[in-house]
């Protein structure tokens, strides 16, 4: 495929992709919605009129709404009609975009704009799903004989997070305070999380109606409950979370922020990205099971930016590597009732490897502090410093072409003072 809008073939955002996000400008505070093409934005606001499919025609005013929640309401039918307008209208053989009053008013850089989180976050959820994660962290804690928890390969763990922390890429996070016991067996202190760290991970909106409180989606059905995916971070504390999590989890370790890229990827675009599903041992009960593929071919990179400029890549993987598909995860998480509503976020918990570099936490690729991250300005890291830039990527590779997601960045800052 080709569009008049020019795309290098490094391009995050080239035709094949069109990730839909809400933005604002100088000019125009007002928050829209767009979809990024090349280094621009398509605002969708301006050109709503030109969704004039059967299914699109009398929902026009879903586009001038300051979120895509009414938009993902719709239904994956609605999702493809806007997609294949869309590509139409970006094409190079069509000028309806390309004449001159259209191109000014509808389109805006990227550089140029602001962006916000995509939608309304009702709820969000995070699970455990890497296999090599959830292993390498029993054996930090618990030891290769008792390293995955006995429910482990029977069903997607997973705890309920903050929306209300959920922020967007490029927002500063501050390093949470709480009480820790930095001497074993000695009573807990108060102050600044000395072991800040990050959680690479892949997050999916839901779409579609919301469900009714009883109703539940096996995995065979979810598939058209996911809207899109963006990445993740889960800014960690990892003292304060092993203070609190027992009995029931993690609470103020991750509460404080957590970060976002501003694109929603739509499964259409990652459509031609699928691998085969991770075979699962035992065989999951009937509502977790699918038959088709849940699972993309999704490079994934975590550089750490210092404050004195270096850029370090310290963690490659992918996240082919998920042991449970996002399907499972929405199965399992409806399978005793709870309802869902479009613009809920799921997350995948932190998407590790099999191989050192590509462990998706400084927990891991330190483990626990003993092998010290080394970056390129010559200093190293056991966990975060005040100062530190994580930025996250992922892209799938296509014939020519790549899928991404643009950045999920943010710069940790220092504890807030008494």
């Not at 059905?221 to 003292?239: C, E, P, Q, V």
């Not at 739509?266 to 699972?295: G, I, R, W």
Request: hydrophobic letters at 35%; one cysteine or more; charged letters at 20%.
């Amino acid at each position: 495929m080709k569009s008049f809008v020019e795309c290098s073939p490094d391009s995050d955002f080239p035709i094949e992709n069109l990730p839909y996000g809400v933005f604002s400008t100088a000019s125009n505070p007002q928050k829209r919605i767009g979809v990024a093409i090349g280094n621009e934005i398509l605002d969708l606001s301006v050109i709503s009129a030109l969704f004039d499919g059967p299914l699109l025609k009398n929902n026009q005013d879903v586009f001038h709404r300051d979120c895509l929640n009414d938009f993902m309401a719709l239904g994956r039918a609605a999702w493809v009609e806007a997609r294949g307008k869309l590509q139409h209208l970006l094409s190079a053989s069509n000028g309806t975009l390309q004449l001159p009053e259209m191109r000014s008013k509808a389109f805006v850089e990227q550089r140029k704009a602001t962006m916000h989180l995509p939608a309304k976050i009702g709820d969000y959820t995070d699970f455990y799903s890497s296999l090599y994660h959830a292993t390498n962290v029993g054996i930090m804690f618990r030891g290769k004989e008792h390293a995955l928890p006995a429910n482990w390969k029977y069903l997607p763990i997973a705890y309920h997070g903050r929306a209300s922390s959920m922020i967007v890429s490029g927002t500063p996070v501050r390093r949470p305070r709480g009480q820790t016991v930095p001497v074993e067996d000695t009573p807990p202190v108060f102050g600044p999380s000395r072991l800040m760290d990050f959680e690479l991970e892949v997050a999916m909106f839901i779409g579609g109606p919301p469900t009714k409180l009883g109703d539940a989606i096996p995995a065979s059905k979810a598939y058209d409950h996911i809207f899109g995916m963006t990445l993740m971070n889960d800014w960690s504390a990892r003292d304060i979370q092993k203070w609190e999590y027992i009995p029931l989890g993690p609470f103020g370790a991750k509460n404080f922020a957590t970060t976002i890229s501003p694109w929603v990827v739509t499964m259409e675009a990652l459509e031609p990205f699928k691998v085969p599903n991770t075979p699962q041992d035992p065989t999951p009960f009937p509502y977790l099971q699918h038959t088709e593929s849940c699972n993309f071919d999704m490079k994934l990179e975590v550089d750490i930016k210092t404050p004195s400029g270096t850029v370090t890549t310290i963690c490659r993987s992918n996240y082919k590597h998920q042991y449970w598909t996002p399907q499972q995860q929405l199965a399992h998480h409806t399978v005793t009732g709870c309802n869902i509503n479009p613009g809920d976020v799921m997350a995948s918990g932190t998407v590790s490897g099999e191989a050192a570099d590509s462990y998706g936490s400084m927990l891991e690729l330190a483990w626990k502090g003993t092998r010290p991250v080394q970056l390129k300005d010559g200093s190293s890291r056991k966990f975060l410093q005040d100062g530190d830039e994580v930025i996250i990527r992922g892209y799938c590779v296509g014939a020519g072409y790549r899928i991404g997601f643009g950045p999920c960045t943010g710069k940790l800052l220092p504890a807030l003072t008494e």
